[in-house]
């Protein structure tokens, strides 16, 4: 009889360790979900929105590319970039914006971020310094799930802003081509913003980063002068 009762304690202190453990596994889990959820929250703009966009500041008499205003080419842009959203679920595109700074890019990829939560949508802004870090960290890590940088493998659209600004070298451009590769391969949005041309981009980056570039994305050129000077002169 005391026989089964050492049993039968040893088998009570057996349970409750598992369940400790068990619970601590579901707390770490639930930890970790909610810290990438803060970082998506964190890494995407909320303040802009198609409502606020002022298309007055583009010139409606000086003509940029193949005889379109600066006034009539944001205008193809900005609907673009609704269509975008309107057909996210189903077209899966990648949007790659260049042009020169402060003319719009970053404000309408945050127009987009900000329609898409809205929905549900996963949606992760990282500016281009900051990406190759959190990639450079996962090597680091060694691919320790609880700690990596899976979120910008997984999220549903990724923005990268400002490329072309970080210090590159040949290993991060195989990091760029490996997370553009499984999104794409995925079904996966990313939009892209530079300051700089496509030429300058091709010879950056590797041959297999322009050729992915060149294959997957729509490319949209923005003109106009630097709207945080007009708006500080007014």
């Known amino acids: ?122 949606v992760v802004y990282l500016p281009s310094s900051e990406f190759f870090a959190e990639l450079n960290k996962r090597r680091l890590m060694n691919g320790n799930t609880s700690d990596d940088a899976s979120y910008i493998d997984e999220c549903e659209l990724l923005i990268i802003d400002d490329l072309g600004t970080e210090l590159t070298n040949e290993r991060m451009n195989s990091d760029l081509f490996t997370v553009l590769n499984s999104r794409i391969n995925n079904s996966l949005s990313t939009i892209i913003s530079t300051n700089f041309s496509l030429p300058f981009i091709k010879e950056r980056y590797s041959e297999r980063v322009y050729s992915r570039l060149y294959g997957s994305f729509e490319f949209y050129q923005f003109f106009g002068d630097d709207i945080r000077k007009k708006r500080k002169n007014h």
């Open 1 to 122: 009889h005391e026989q089964s009762e050492r049993n039968d304690n040893k088998m009570k202190k057996t349970i409750g360790i598992l369940a400790l453990v068990l619970a601590l596994i579901l707390a770490v889990g639930c930890e970790k979900k909610e810290e990438n959820a803060n970082k998506e929250v964190k890494m995407t703009g909320l303040v802009e929105n198609f409502d606020t966009l002022n298309m007055d500041y583009y010139s409606k008499e000086r003509q940029v590319i193949r005889g379109r205003t600066e006034y009539e080419n944001m205008e193809l842009i900005v609907n673009a970039a609704k269509d975008f959203v309107r057909n996210f679920h189903t077209d899966h595109k990648n949007l790659f914006f260049t042009g020169n700074v402060g003319c719009g890019k970053t404000f309408l990829t945050n127009c987009i971020a900000k329609e898409l939560i809205e929905q549900g949508v996963s």
